[in-house]
């Protein structure tokens, strides 16, 4: 089952744009592989694999590159994918997916399965596609282990709920969470939510900062936006997560924090918190160093309770397991 911890994060494939952190061939300072994950898992079964992928996403998000934010699932088997009376899908941390993300994923298996038929998990695809959404969105590529089976059900709310930081944690807790998954350096914590700087989360999520009363540490003109956008306690409207640039991937999400302008606590306690105020600094003024513990993080972060080898299966349609 899917047990993911980033907010807005992502798994990408390799090598930095501006000034390159790592480049294609270069996994010497990334985490060891567990075992069944390969780099080069796919060689021989499906040598097309990244090419294939790669024709099929771009059209898509060079027409609209709004969708990189929404293609970028966490899940480490597919679960999530999954169609079904209580799938995660239904689960509230997951409602903001949008459908086209769903869409995109199904989209890409397909045009995979036509080279090469049930060898790529959808599990895989969700890494490499979130990759590669990435790196359109101005962000980093670098390597994904690949190997990944697909899971033959999906988590129960309480295990999506339960594996996902609250929105209105602070810091202690947040660690907790990702001390868990052996998360345990700040900077860990502040690199992964670095992952909102684009997608967006609805009022339910932050709504606790506007009512009964407001948030101090919101931002006096962003509070009022976010008023207009939720105007009462129980509105279903969505904002941007990053108010700076919502749909690119670079490290304007820590300018934000630093303007009071993080839009749930989870995100501005970061910098309200003198534990992780200096690295939310740090990254606001280096964004090559944030990408480059991003993709450290991140690597290990996709490795998280992976299906490997005769475990569950290789899915035809991602939605559904085969033979339903």
């Known amino acids: 089952m899917d047990k993911y911890l980033t907010f807005a994060a992502m798994f990408v494939f390799v090598a930095v744009i501006a000034g390159g952190v790592f480049c294609k061939d270069d996994t010497t300072d ?20 990244e090419s294939t992928l790669v024709e099929t996403l771009h059209p898509v998000l060079d027409k609209d590159i709004s969708q990189a934010g929404g293609t970028v699932l966490q899940g480490c088997d597919a679960s999530i994918l999954l169609n079904g009376t209580g799938s995660e899908l239904e689960d509230v941390p997951n409602l903001t997916i949008p459908d086209d993300a769903l869409e995109i994923i199904q989209l890409i298996k397909d045009a995979v399965e036509a ?74 914590l502040v690199a992964l939510s670095g992952g909102h700087t684009f997608g967006i989360s609805h009022c339910a999520s ?11 540490t ?45 839009i749930l606590t989870s995100d501005q306690s970061l910098y309200n918190d003198y534990r992780t105020r200096g690295i939310v600094e740090s990254f606001a003024k ?31 349609i991602c939605s559904q397991v085969n033979n339903a």
């Open 115 to 188: 080279e090469c038929t049930r060898v790529v998990s959808c599990a895989d695809i969700i890494a490499l596609a979130a990759s590669c959404a990435v790196y359109m969105a101005g962000g980093p590529e670098f390597p994904v282990p690949l190997g990944r089976r697909d899971s033959l059900t999906f988590a129960n709310e309480s295990v999506t709920v339960g594996n996902l930081p609250n929105p209105t944690s602070n810091v202690s807790v947040l660690m907790a969470l990702f001390a868990e998954k052996g998360f345990t350096d700040f900077a860990d």
């Open 30 to 49: 990334l985490p060891p592989l567990v075992d069944g994950l390969s780099w080069t898992f796919y060689k021989n079964s499906c040598p097309s694999l």
């Open 206 to 216: 932050f709504v606790e900062r506007l009512y009964p009363t407001q948030d101090p």
């Open 286 to 316: 280096n964004q090559r160093s944030f990408f480059k513990r991003f993709v450290i993080d991140m690597v290990k972060m996709v490795q998280l309770d992976v299906l490997t080898g005769s475990e569950g299966e290789i899915r035809q």
């Open 218 to 262: 919101l931002n006096a003109s962003l509070a009022k936006e976010l008023y207009l956008t939720c105007s009462s306690v129980s509105t279903v409207n969505t904002t941007d997560l990053d108010i700076l640039t919502p749909i690119v991937f670079d490290n304007k999400y820590y300018a934000d924090l630093q303007n009071g302008d993080g």
